[in-house]
């Protein structure tokens, strides 16, 4: 069947979903997430009870496998130390330079995650049109450049996040400091960190949900992203309280930013635990 017969679903430029009729009859479907997190292109076949899978090859599926529980472990690991700093620097049972070394290390694991979820977009096996599809197993990466696609630029625009992290992280070991010397340098690119998780989240969103707004309670997919988006938004809601008032050198609430990285952290654990089950 030709390109007409095909039917593209997602949002603006960004194409989440293709559904067409094979020629042995039936309907395949691929989405963007499945394929590439578990390289799989729905088949449904007259007299089928339920939908089969058209399943990517061997050397895929260990790549999705390797590279889905490496970004897992690091999300994992980034989660428990920045919701560890936040307990400590909340419950006073170290200094603010013991709290800040702890965020640190959970930065490292965060950009860690970052990137390999950068490898799983530019790695995943790609839908070739015609016939019933099929996914095919390119060479190796370690970089491409696609902005039409959603799945690449969530995970870039979430990479490029946990970078601005680290540079408040790193500021945050300078001692010394003005109010407006913190704003500028500690609590401006925390800000514009926690933007560029929030504007990745919406993106994988856009991908999961093909462009519409939807809860689809038997997803784990779709459970991944809105409890990593839950995270960014608590986040948001920490970095904001975080702002140094000039007039006083003190925060609009220190509690609030302290359990806003807790929660938030704690979100972004769970997420990556439930990732562990997100694979071919």
């Known amino acids: 069947m030709g390109q007409s017969d095909?039917?593209?679903e997602g949002a603006g430029p960004f194409t989440t979903r293709l559904t067409w009729h094979p020629p042995d009859g039936g309907t395949a479907v691929w989405e963007s997430r499945?394929?590439?997190r578990r390289?799989?292109?729905s088949v449904h076949r007259p007299g089928?009870?339920?939908?089969r899978n058209a399943v990517a090859d061997d050397t895929a599926l260990a790549r999705l496998r390797r590279l889905n529980a490496i970004a897992a472990t690091a999300f994992v690991i980034g989660g428990a130390l920045f919701a560890t700093g936040a307990a400590v620097a909340?419950?006073?049972s170290g200094d603010a330079t013991t709290s800040t070394s702890v965020y640190f290390a959970g930065g490292l694991f965060f950009n860690t995650g970052g990137y390999v979820s950068l490898l799983q977009v530019v790695n995943a096996p790609r839908h070739v049109p015609g016939g019933e599809g099929a996914l095919v197993t390119r060479r190796w990466r370690w970089w491409s450049y696609e902005p039409a696609r959603a799945?690449?630029?969530s995970?870039?625009?979430?990479?490029?996040g946990t970078?601005?992290?680290a540079v408040d992280l790193l500021d945050s070991f300078l001692r010394g400091l003005t109010a407006h010397q913190v704003n500028r340098l500690v609590w401006a690119p925390d800000v514009i960190g926690c933007v560029l998780f929030l504007i990745s989240g919406h993106l994988a969103m856009v991908e999961i949900c093909h462009g519409r707004p939807c809860v689809r309670q038997r997803d784990l997919g779709w459970w991944i992203v809105a409890v990593n988006q839950l995270g960014s938004v608590l986040f948001m809601v920490s970095a904001l309280a975080a702002y140094t008032r000039p007039a006083t050198g003190s925060l609009v609430n220190a509690d609030i930013a302290d359990w806003g990285t807790l929660t938030g952290a704690l979100c972004f654990l769970v997420g990556g635990i439930l990732q562990y089950g997100e694979r071919p």
């Open 6 to 8: 095909r039917r593209a």
């Open 34 to 36: 499945p394929a590439r």
């Open 39 to 41: 390289g799989l292109i």
């Open 48 to 51: 089928d009870a339920a939908p």
């Open 90 to 92: 909340q419950f006073g």
């Open 151 to 153: 799945d690449w630029l």
């Open 155 to 160: 995970a870039f625009v979430l990479l490029a």
């Open 163 to 165: 970078l601005v992290f």
